[in-house]
């Protein structure tokens, strides 16, 4: 007959076996954690050491991007309750959802105010715009407010870079296109992970270090050759964001004999300012660098000729036929602020082209006062000398600053296939 002392024996060691199980078997401890997104995983690490090692290494495993983007046109009907309207909620279902964590995130907006988030009008060029009716001062109060209730629903240690634009690009989680808005009320943020191969960095750029004998060194990338992308954003009327693309295109070709792919537009201000220094603020120009082996990019340029959805479709193939893996890929559109609606007569002409030939990558972008890029599709590869002719490589530097043009940037993250 069973003894107290034996029950008491059989239920220690059953206690212990679990604890064994829930504490240490790495097979049961991963097929557990693997099903939760990143920021549970990230509550489940303060358990104890063996499940925060456990969840280390599924999040390193992970390299998902995450994508928000709104749309008053488009968007889902009904009224929102939350502060940031249906972009709040979207921004909150992402983050929750993601199953890697967000460390860069980069944001094209029209909306400044919380009210502008939830309210707007479905007439064209009727929406609330940044900065109508109150000052300065008031209106830099709103965009703080703005960027506060933004960066608290990132995780701590994400860096946010905000841009304010008269339109945008802008791609829904489902994949379907959120669509070209031209001052609709419109809204897009991408979210980066931290990714294998993958380095992403902001550019700040001082007056000091536009105008210093290394460019390289200024900017702090002389130990960075392999950038292989370098978006540019520069705000009003400021010729620092030409001058510091055609500088960046001569330095990468005086020293390595390529051009990075060089791609952005004039935005109307830039809201995160506050990351800045004085110095860094007065240049008008900020910059995102995308470095490392996975890095793989291309980028076409539409001209002012091309002006119907076929033709861009047309220009489009030669983006494909690079080849780039669409597995993980995200693209970027800098219109012209006339290349909308009324330039090619029917809406979203430019980002639908994209979206038939690109299906599984995710657009965003904006339309700016001024376009910066050309095509590239040498996907980071030194000049050879049959492409030279014989000519000086310095004397083949595109043209980088464009009007009434378009600029589609592909990226691919992952080895080369």
């Known amino acids: 007959m069973a003894t107290v002392d034996d029950d008491a024996g059989t239920s220690e060691q059953a206690i212990a076996a679990s604890t064994w199980i829930m504490t240490e078997s790495h097979e049961f401890l991963q097929n557990m954690l693997s099903y939760l997104p990143a920021l549970e995983l990230v509550k489940c690490a303060r358990v104890c050491h063996q499940w925060k090692k456990e969840v280390d290494l599924i999040l390193r495993s992970r390299e998902q991007i995450g994508w928000v983007s709104y749309n008053y046109n488009t968007a889902r009907e009904g009224g929102s309750d939350h502060i940031l309207g249906h972009f709040g909620e979207n921004l909150d279902e992402c983050v929750q959802s993601l199953w890697s964590i967000p460390y860069h995130v980069l944001m094209f907006t029209e909306l400044v105010r919380c009210t502008d988030y939830t309210i707007g009008t479905r007439q064209r060029g009727h ?42 690009v802008g791609t829904y989680r489902n994949m379907q296109l959120a669509g070209e808005s031209e001052g609709d009320g419109a809204a897009t943020a991408i979210l980066f992970p931290k990714m294998q191969g993958v380095n992403i960095e902001h550019l700040k750029v001082t007056r000091k270090s536009l105008t210093e004998g290394s460019l390289r060194e200024a900017l702090g990338i002389a130990q960075t050759p392999d950038i292989k992308c370098v978006l540019l954003f520069g705000f009003g009327n400021t010729p620092a964001a030409q001058f510091l693309a055609t500088r960046l295109q001569t330095s990468f070709r005086e020293t390595y004999g390529w051009d990075p792919v060089i791609a952005g537009a004039i935005g109307d201000d830039l809201l995160t300012k506050q990351d800045l220094t004085k110095e860094e603020i007065m240049t008008k120009v900020i910059g995102v660098t995308f470095s490392g082996p996975n890095v793989h990019t291309a980028s076409v340029l539409l001209d002012s000729n091309v002006c119907s959805k076929e033709h861009v479709k047309l220009e489009l193939q030669k983006l494909k036929k690079v080849g780039l893996c669409e597995k993980k890929s995200i693209a970027f559109m800098f219109a012209c602020v006339g290349r909308g609606v009324d330039f090619h007569e029917e ?59 378009t600029i589609i940037c592909l990226l691919s993250f992952g080895p080369a296939t």
């Not at 209730?149 to 339109?167: A, E, K, V, Y």
């Not at 430019?350 to 990558?361: K, R």
């Not at 904006?366 to 000049?383: L, P, T």
């Open 127 to 168: 929406f609330s715009m940044p900065g109508c009716g109150f000052g300065r001062q008031q209106k830099w109060q709103e965009i703080h407010h703005v960027l506060d209730l933004i960066r608290d629903r990132l995780p701590q240690q994400c860096n946010l870079l905000s841009i304010q634009t008269s339109g945008t």
């Open 347 to 405: 809406e979203n002409a430019e980002s639908e082209a994209f979206h038939e030939l690109f299906p599984n990558t995710p657009l965003f972008g904006f339309f700016g006062n001024g376009e910066i890029g050309c095509e590239n599709f040498a996907c980071g590869k030194a000049m050879t000398s049959e492409e030279d002719d014989g000519d000086s490589c310095m004397d083949k530097l595109p043209e980088i600053m464009h009007g009434y043009t």
